[in-house]
């Protein structure tokens, strides 16, 4: 995969990236098969190889934006809940007490 692919499959939504990782996965099981047909051996197992790592690419780039999803989505109910607490809160002024020798 060359870099101007995973760039353009940074892009990519979490559902084109599963749709994508399927691809892959069906890529592989046929080269898979072809391997162990023993034809073309050589060419297919570099092809494997680079299916995988392909793969590989898609899946991380899935699982980061998963991750991403949910640390955003944690932010602002942690936003949400510091306001509602903020609202909730009496304000009142604090008194010193004096310190008696």
Same mark, same amino acid.
């Given at each position: 995969? $060359? /870099?101007t692919d995973l760039?353009?499959?940074k892009? *990519?939504?979490i559902k084109d990236l599963s749709v994508k990782a399927? !691809?892959?996965?069906k890529e *592989?099981? &046929?080269l898979s098969l072809a391997v162990l047909d023993k034809t073309n051996k050589g060419k297919d197992v570099k092809l494997a190889f680079k299916k995988r790592k &392909? *793969?590989?690419? !898609?899946l991380t780039v899935m699982r980061q934006k998963e991750l991403v999803a949910g640390l955003e989505s944690r932010a602002e109910q942690l936003t949400s809940?510091?306001?509602?607490?903020e609202e909730e809160k009496p /304000?009142? $002024?604090r008194v010193r007490k004096e310190k008696t020798s």
């Open positions: 995969m $060359k /870099k760039k353009a499959i892009e *990519l939504t399927e !691809v892959f996965r *592989l099981a &046929d &392909d *793969l590989a690419q !898609v809940e510091l306001a509602n607490q /304000k009142t $002024k």
